[in-house]
């Protein structure tokens, strides 16, 4: 008995040293440790210049811009922030706002650039955004929060590759939170993303945003020195070890390749043979020939035979 509860007893210890060397690992990195990340993928599509079906005051992108505005303006200062735009118009860089420290008056700037034009090539977009964070969380040493913001009004014009990536992208523990701007239908990631709101008019859209942001923040559980062993000492060993497990392995940050083109195997023609005749053909043909030379030869035959006997 004393021994099981020294094996639990050192199992917990060896849980608590990993808490402490990770805490000491972030401790001791560089200042650019940021405990929320958050790309924000704008849609800025043709259709965005549209405005609401049920509320004609505002464009879908203007009241975009109006949310992102409001909302980013007021997350925590220490929050890192990107925004990417797709098929804007009158951008130079489709990262109107690179992934990094808020700057509010740069941020306002950033968001009211792009001008609708163009399609919904979302599956690239979200592959660029989950790879610019995945490099963060590798500089981060895994520290932190990472998520996608999806604000698009309609479905993908490369919707394979949102069918390709956006498992690669959970799978690699970025949170992906889509908001579907006056969609007549659910979005295609509605049932698979980790959440997904709609928004028909543009206070929607600003509920919308505040409620996915709201969840940055101080969420920690961050505790230390005797505390921390009050807080671990009621595990089990299993639970302890099983913990152990997962600090020790930490998501893959291995950035997602480039989904390539399935090529269509060319189909050849073979050339056309002649056809084999059948051996049933070739018996009728061979018989049907006989028959032939025996009435030439019967005919012929009754010819000579007239010929010599009219001589006589």
């Not at 306002?108 to 969380?137: E, F, V």
């Amino acid at each position: 008995m004393k021994c099981i509860m020294a094996a639990g007893s050192g199992t917990r210890l060896i849980l608590l040293l990993s808490l402490f060397i990770f805490g000491v690992q972030i401790c001791s990195a560089d200042d650019d440790i940021h405990k929320d990340n958050i790309v924000v993928i704008l849609d800025a599509s043709g259709s965005m210049q549209d405005k609401f079906s049920g509320d004609r005051t505002k464009s879908k992108m203007e009241a975009a811009k109006a949310a992102l505005q409001e909302v980013l303006s007021k997350v925590p200062d220490d929050t890192q922030i990107g925004l990417l735009v797709f098929s804007g118009a009158n951008i130079q860089n489709d990262w109107v706002y690179p992934l990094g420290p808020k700057d509010t008056q740069k941020l306002i700037a950033a968001i009211h650039l792009p001008q609708p034009s163009g399609n919904t090539p979302l599956g690239k977009y979200i592959r660029i955004g989950a790879n610019r964070l995945l490099d963060q969380r590798e500089k981060q040493y895994n520290y932190g929060n990472y998520r996608l913001l999806v604000v698009t009004d309609g479905e993908a014009s490369d919707a394979d590759k949102v069918k390709y990536y956006t498992p690669e992208i959970l799978n690699r523990q970025i949170r992906i939170d889509v908001i579907g701007v006056d969609m007549k239908t659910d979005h295609m990631l509605a049932k698979v993303v980790d959440s997904y709101r709609k928004a028909d008019n543009p206070g929607e859209l600003v509920a919308a945003v505040s409620q996915i942001l709201a969840e940055t923040g101080d969420t920690g559980t961050d505790v230390g020195g005797e505390d921390a062993f009050e807080y671990i000492a009621p595990l089990s060993s299993e639970i302890a070890a099983d913990l152990i497990q997962r600090l020790t392995t930490p998501p893959s940050n291995t950035s997602i390749t480039v989904k390539q083109a399935e090529v269509t195997p060319t189909r050849t023609t073979p050339p056309r043979k002649a056809p084999t005749p059948q051996q049933g053909d070739t018996d009728f043909r061979s018989g049907r020939g006989t028959v032939w030379f025996v009435v030439v030869l019967i005919v012929l035959s009754v010819i000579g035979f007239l010929i010599f006997r009219n001589r006589k």
